[in-house]
């Protein structure tokens, strides 16, 4: 019998359009979607759904058990700008929800795990282009601190426990199907929106700090890839760089200017500016490439193409 697939954080940015894509891949009724809150339509209606705290491990257990579940997605977490204003919290929830799921995999309850690092886990000693998948790691953000923490965490369960963990390092995600959840790359999403509705941006950015970023589709493309690889293929089992391309908010602008022309940008930095400048410029994920023959589709042009013709009315 077809076991089941749990996806913790379902409602997010990311967990959404994740969710789609295995109930397309799987069946609607072998992914289970969950978070603390109720979701969009087409995830609601889709399959089957819970209101689930990722951190409340007999809850947890519970929903494991029940839909005999065999790999869990943990998409729950609070995101860079956000966790800087609730630390405490932040660190609970990304850490707590992460020993849940690996504490299950230990026990021999779920098979397998996918749980996203981010580019957080670099800081301003990392090497900030084409950043090494082995490197100095020194984030300066909570959220940082709780993904790199987890990287470790997620060797340590492997290689003694023998759990099938794995990971990718998310750069920036833009996507049109959802709205960002309060991350440093927010902006590459907002301006989409912004120059349809309004014809003009204020950036939190400067415009020329340059990022790594990502279009959703090959985002979800990567973590399926990675999750139906061997086990034995994958050498990396702390996380794996991923990279597609990188741009500032200059560069954005001006794609889209390419398309709306009177479209205008300003630029007011704020606190998230302190966190974008501790991140790397560009990624080198050479390793991702060879271990599971990942390969991005999606520049900035497609991208921008993409975002406009889905966003607009």
């Not at 790397?280 to 999606?298: C, L, N, R, V």
């Not at 900035?300 to 193409?305: A, G, H, N, Q, S």
Request: charged content about 25%; hydrophobic content about 35%.
């Amino acid at each position: 019998m077809q076991k089941s697939i749990l996806i913790l954080g379902a409602c997010g940015q990311i967990g959404t359009e994740l969710t789609l894509a295995l109930r397309k891949t799987h069946g609607n009724d072998h992914v289970i979607a969950s978070d603390i809150r109720e979701g969009s339509e087409s995830l609601m209606e889709s399959g089957p759904f819970e209101i689930l705290d990722a951190t409340d491990y007999d809850a947890l257990e519970e929903v494991v058990a029940y839909y005999e579940i065999e790999a869990v997605y943990l998409m729950a977490a609070m995101l860079s700008a956000t966790a800087e204003k609730f630390p405490e919290r932040a660190w609970n929830l990304n850490m707590t929800s992460l020993f849940n799921v690996l504490n299950l995999g230990k026990e021999k309850k779920i098979q397998k795990i996918f749980w996203p690092s981010s580019i957080a886990v670099f800081g301003t000693n990392t090497p900030k282009t084409n950043t090494p998948q082995n490197t100095i790691m020194e984030p300066s953000t909570v959220y940082g601190i709780s993904k790199l923490s987890g990287e470790r965490w997620c060797s340590y369960y492997h290689h003694k426990f023998g759990v099938d963990v794995r990971s990718i390092r998310y750069p920036g995600l833009i996507s049109w199907k959802t709205m960002p959840g309060g991350g440093t790359t927010d902006y590459a999403v907002e301006i989409y929106h912004k120059a349809l509705s309004e014809k003009k941006y204020s950036c939190f950015l400067q415009p020329d700090t340059k990022l790594p970023m990502m279009f959703m589709d090959d985002a979800i493309r990567a973590t399926l890839m990675i999750m139906d690889a061997e086990a034995d293929t994958l050498k990396v089992r702390s996380s794996y760089n991923l990279a597609a391309m990188s741009f500032s908010p200059s560069q954005i602008a001006e794609s889209i200017q390419k398309e709306i022309p009177d479209f205008t940008v300003t630029y007011e930095p704020d606190f998230r500016q302190t966190i974008a400048d501790s991140w790397p410029s560009s990624i080198d994920d050479s390793e991702a490439h060879q271990d599971w023959g990942w390969k991005s589709e999606f520049d900035l042009e497609r991208t921008t193409t993409e975002m406009l013709k889905h966003l607009t009315p």
